[in-house]
């Protein structure tokens, strides 16, 4: 199935190369926009159900995972970065107008581009969606938490070093099942690190909380379906909860059973609430 997608390319606001994989169908566009340290393999399994479906598919590799530029000025590693590359393939296609899908951090960017560029977005899929505002001092406890090891491998000079290299082998996450919502295995996070740099990674991290606030939720105007999975511990779903609450052009889903990963642990069920959330005009 996925021998139909052309693997493409387009140079971004920085220079950075950004690749992207494409499929020209019906007018409906579908954009996929991956999470942090994935890549455009992690849909694999959910395109098994969905590239049948008479839509033009964009799946794009973030900047600074896959097979997209890592070499560049480190602090654009953003969101809004990514935001502007999304924007780049779109102009090189013609492309006016789309329906995107995030997971995870690609939840992030697909708001801010609703928010920054609203003219291109029909609809947004937000998928296991970064519901966590970081207002209060929980939270913000939470993020300095989560940002530390990170920040420590960063500023010492040996890591740094060697996880700056931007080579590593190419992983198939069609093939990895999600089990568990966190990954322990030291050699393959530092591999991960490595592969995408570890200054692209860290200003990643402290970017992702901080770019967002309930005052932007406010704002959001655009049709939006959250899909969450109900043991979902990365993002919880109290706080999804109250995301569909502030925004009124909200739906969601609740995933019974499923973790973190839904593309992952049920992509028949997730393609097809895609599919009827797309086609319901």
């Not at 007018?27 to 694999?44: A, R, S």
């Not at 502007?84 to 708001?111: M, R």
Request: hydrophobic share 40%; glycine share 6%; net charge positive.
């Amino acid at each position: 199935m996925q021998d139909i997608l052309n693997h493409k390319y387009v140079e971004s606001f920085d220079g950075t190369k950004i690749h992207y994989l494409f499929k020209k169908g019906g007018k409906k566009v579908l954009f996929f926009v991956h999470g942090l340290f994935g890549d455009v393999t992690g849909w694999n399994k959910l395109n098994n159900y969905l590239l049948n479906e008479n839509y033009t598919f964009i799946f794009m590799d973030s900047r600074a995972h896959g097979k997209s530029g890592k070499f560049y000025d480190e602090k654009l590693s953003t969101c809004s970065s990514i935001t502007k590359d999304i924007v780049a393939i779109l102009n090189k296609e013609n492309i006016n107008k789309i329906n995107i899908v995030g997971f995870s951090q690609g939840t992030v960017s697909s708001i801010l581009l609703s928010l920054n560029y609203p003219d291109f977005v029909e609809k947004q899929i937000l998928i296991s969606s970064n519901g966590s505002f970081g207002d209060t001092m929980f939270e913000k406890f939470l993020v300095s938490v989560s940002v530390l090891p990170t920040a420590i491998l960063y500023y010492f000079p040996i890591t740094r070093m060697l996880l700056s290299s931007g080579k590593g082998k190419e992983k198939d996450f069609s093939n990895v099942e999600w089990v568990e919502d966190y990954n322990f295995n030291i050699v393959e996070v530092f591999s991960a690190l490595k592969k995408m740099r570890i200054g692209n990674a860290y200003n990643f991290l402290k970017d992702i909380p901080r770019v967002l606030k309930i005052g932007d939720f406010q704002k959001i105007k655009t049709p939006t379906l959250l899909l969450h999975g109900e043991k979902d511990s990365c993002f919880f779903l109290d706080r999804v909860k109250l995301f569909n609450k502030i925004v009124k052009s909200s739906k969601l889903v609740v995933l019974k059973g499923i973790n973190h990963h839904p593309w992952n642990n049920c992509p028949k069920k997730l393609a097809q609430e895609i599919i009827k959330y797309i086609e319901n005009d």
